[in-house]
């Protein structure tokens, strides 16, 4: 899962008396788990080249697979606290009183280290589950605050949500609280996919809206793994179809997540009663609608039945369809009747004055009879897909969608 890509933030730390090196000077192992998993979704066929390593390889590495049970009770080891405050190394949320160097354990949380692995840690580095679940919790509430910008609590959130996971892997723990873990960590970053498409003030957003989108997939692939480790052992989570969902509707449009594996097949893979259910059959309504062309199915379905949380992954392809719509209007209309823009109002379920602006942004010119009702002329020559950047318009209906259809599971 998280162990070798990330933006260049540091998390593993030294420790006096332990021999330890700084943690910018770790060797890099990967941080191996039951639930990890090669760039597909499935796991890897070992190699011929695998099956023939020797057995003192082998030895080593289940050394380096073998799990610690972790004894910090705080958000963040006190030798990580002190060498962080003596480098100066603590995000502002972390500051006491605004101070660069000093913090507490009620502010500080444990960094994402990209080059620490089970061998190189110690029990008192590495949180148990309950002080996970916590620091989760504190994370996530970090949210409601006013106090910073959205960018600002997203980047320290999604540094320190990756160091829960990888203090999970290191101890190999798989429990429905676990999975619930994931779940909210799931649920952050498509929130996060949500708000940082708004955050179009600022250049830096397009970096770390990719960053975000990488780090969903990992999670959902993750999880993934969770439910079927979960339905091995004979148990089955609620939320499993929901969750499974996001998957089809990251296989839309240009900027499509996949893992490589084909979509039939992934299908293929997955129990009856998680096909048969309402989410999924949302999901692939939603993607034959959109492969097929037809906007006006695809845009009312998704106002009447999307979650709140399908609707943040839909929306960059709500645009790419009513692009569609209006090209196929403007190319399949007749030149001396133009369209109403109150039609094209209802049939892209936006605003009339959004619809103008719309227009103008695909480079289509917009008229007005004496009574004051306005047109698109069709056959314009002067059609153009919009240029990067192109605002989101809400969509007609959206204030209703609620994340409904996610439970925790007991």
Same mark, same amino acid.
């Given at each position: 899962?998280?162990?070798?890509?990330?933006?260049?933030?540091?998390?593993?730390?030294?420790?006096?008396?332990? *021999? #330890?090196?700084?943690?910018?000077?770790?060797?890099?192992?990967?941080?191996?788990?039951?639930?990890?998993?090669?760039?597909?979704?499935?796991? *890897?066929?070992?190699?011929?080249?695998?099956?023939?390593?020797?057995?003192?390889?082998?030895?080593?590495?289940? %050394?380096?697979?073998?799990?610690?049970?972790?004894?910090?009770? $705080?958000?963040?080891?006190? %030798?990580?606290?002190?060498? /962080?405050?003596?480098?100066? $190394? =603590?995000?502002?949320?972390?500051?006491?009183?605004?101070?660069?160097?000093?913090?507490?354990?009620?502010?500080?949380?444990?960094?994402?280290?990209? &080059?620490?692995? &089970?061998?190189?840690?110690?029990?008192?580095?590495?949180?148990?589950?309950?002080?996970?679940?916590?620091? =989760? *919790?504190?994370?996530?509430?970090?949210?409601?605050?006013?106090?910073?910008?959205?960018?600002? =609590?997203?980047?320290?959130?999604?540094?320190?949500?990756?160091?829960?996971?990888?203090?999970?892997?290191?101890?190999?723990?798989?429990?429905?609280?676990?999975?619930?873990?994931?779940?909210?960590?799931?649920?952050?970053?498509?929130?996060?996919?949500?708000?940082?498409?708004?955050? *179009?003030?600022?250049?830096?957003?397009?970096? !770390?809206?990719?960053?975000?989108?990488?780090? !969903?997939?990992?999670?959902?692939?993750?999880?993934?793994?969770?439910?079927?480790?979960?339905?091995?052992?004979?148990?089955?989570?609620?939320?499993?179809?929901?969750?499974?969902?996001?998957?089809?509707?990251?296989?839309?449009?240009?900027?499509?997540?996949?893992?490589?594996?084909?979509?039939?097949?992934? !299908? #293929?893979?997955?129990?009856?009663?998680?096909?048969?259910?309402?989410?999924?059959?949302?999901?692939?309504?939603?993607? /034959?609608?959109?492969?097929?062309?037809?906007?006006?199915?695809?845009?009312?379905?998704?106002?009447?039945?999307?979650?709140?949380?399908?609707?943040?992954?839909?929306?960059?392809?709500?645009?790419?369809?009513?692009?569609?719509?209006?090209?196929?209007?403007?190319?399949?209309?007749?030149?001396?009747?133009?369209?109403?823009?109150? $039609?094209?109002?209802?049939?892209?379920?936006?605003?009339? +004055? $959004?619809?103008?602006?719309?227009?103008?942004?695909?480079?289509? %010119?917009?008229?007005?009879? %004496?009574?004051?009702?306005?047109? !698109?002329?069709?056959?314009? &020559?002067?059609?153009?897909?919009?240029?990067?950047?192109?605002?989101?318009? +809400?969509?007609?209906?959206?204030? /209703?969608?609620?994340?409904?259809?996610?439970?925790?599971?007991?």
């Amino acid at each position: 899962m998280d162990k070798g890509e990330d933006r260049g933030g540091r998390g593993g730390l030294g420790y006096r008396g332990r *021999s #330890r090196r700084p943690y910018s000077s770790y060797t890099s192992r990967p941080v191996r788990s039951s639930y990890e998993f090669s760039s597909s979704s499935s796991l *890897s066929k070992p190699s011929n080249r695998d099956e023939e390593r020797t057995t003192r390889s082998i030895a080593k590495e289940e %050394e380096e697979d073998s799990s610690i049970v972790g004894t910090c009770l $705080d958000m963040c080891p006190a %030798e990580e606290r002190a060498q /962080r405050e003596r480098l100066r $190394d =603590l995000a502002v949320i972390e500051r006491l009183n605004g101070n660069p160097a000093k913090t507490s354990p009620s502010l500080a949380v444990k960094k994402f280290c990209r &080059t620490i692995s &089970t061998m190189d840690s110690h029990p008192s580095d590495v949180r148990p589950l309950q002080v996970l679940e916590d620091t =989760l *919790s504190y994370l996530l509430n970090l949210l409601n605050s006013s106090e910073h910008p959205f960018e600002v =609590l997203h980047d320290f959130i999604f540094d320190r949500t990756r160091s829960i996971r990888q203090d999970l892997v290191m101890q190999n723990i798989v429990n429905h609280r676990v999975i619930y873990m994931y779940e909210e960590m799931v649920k952050f970053h498509i929130t996060s996919h949500h708000k940082l498409s708004r955050c *179009s003030s600022n250049s830096d957003i397009s970096p !770390l809206h990719h960053l975000n989108m990488e780090q !969903l997939s990992k999670c959902l692939l993750s999880i993934y793994e969770l439910y079927n480790a979960n339905r091995e052992s004979g148990a089955c989570n609620v939320n499993e179809a929901y969750f499974r969902s996001f998957y089809l509707l990251l296989q839309l449009g240009s900027n499509s997540h996949s893992t490589g594996e084909s979509l039939s097949l992934w !299908l #293929r893979r997955l129990p009856t009663p998680i096909i048969k259910s309402k989410e999924m059959n949302f999901g692939r309504r939603i993607l /034959r609608f959109f492969r097929i062309g037809n906007y006006k199915q695809f845009l009312s379905f998704t106002a009447t039945e999307a979650s709140f949380l399908q609707y943040c992954l839909l929306e960059p392809s709500i645009n790419e369809v009513r692009i569609l719509a209006v090209s196929c209007i403007n190319n399949g209309g007749y030149k001396l009747f133009p369209y109403p823009l109150q $039609d094209l109002s209802k049939l892209l379920l936006m605003q009339e +004055s $959004d619809v103008e602006s719309f227009c103008y942004s695909c480079g289509l %010119e917009i008229i007005t009879d %004496e009574a004051g009702n306005k047109f !698109l002329p069709t056959k314009q &020559t002067s059609f153009s897909r919009p240029k990067v950047g192109f605002p989101y318009y +809400s969509l007609l209906g959206s204030e /209703r969608l609620t994340d409904r259809g996610y439970m925790r599971a007991n």
